[in-house]
């Protein structure tokens, strides 16, 4: 899949960071505890609360 637009991006984004977390064996709550400690990273153009919401949802749906 070409993301051909920032949403799209995003999406593609979410969906390998939440295969990442799924390949170095990590359950949902270390998930999220990983995504609340990456809130700190000052890029909001990236690094949001809806992103973080997205690969959660990815997370669940590769598990």
Excluded: C, I, N, W
Aim: net charge negative; aromatic share 12%; proline share 2%.
């Amino acid at each position: 899949m070409v993301a051909t637009s920032e949403k799209e991006l995003r999406k593609v984004q979410a969906e390998l960071d939440a295969a990442a977390f799924h390949a170095y064996d990590l359950d949902r709550e270390q998930t999220a505890f990983v995504l609340d400690d990456f809130h700190q990273v000052q890029d909001p153009r990236l690094m949001d609360d809806g992103y973080f919401e997205m690969v959660l949802e990815k997370y669940d749906d590769l598990a």
